[in-house]
């Protein structure tokens, strides 16, 4: 019984600090270029995600030379 005490614990108590770490970060937009830039170019590719990985074009086509993989230069290996 003890050791179940300590197992949930030490769960509730990892999940008490995450969100602690992550609600202390705050959501602060970045004022410098650099990090409007950054913020814009992330935008760009969670949106050609979301169409490249969508249910429809992953499940009901082949890929083609439109993906995602072949658009993102630094991804061809």
Do not use: C, K, W
């Not at 086509?61 to 630094?74: N, V």
């Amino acid at each position: 019984m003890t050791a179940l005490l300590i197992l949930f614990g030490v769960v509730i108590g990892a999940g008490v600090l995450a969100f602690v770490v992550v609600h202390r970060r705050g959501a602060g937009r970045t004022d410098t270029v650099e990090g409007l830039l950054q913020e814009q170019e992330a935008r760009h590719r969670a949106r050609t995600d979301r169409i490249s990985f969508n249910a429809r074009s992953v499940h009901n086509s082949l890929p083609t030379a439109g993906d995602a993989y072949h658009r993102r230069g630094g991804n061809r290996y």
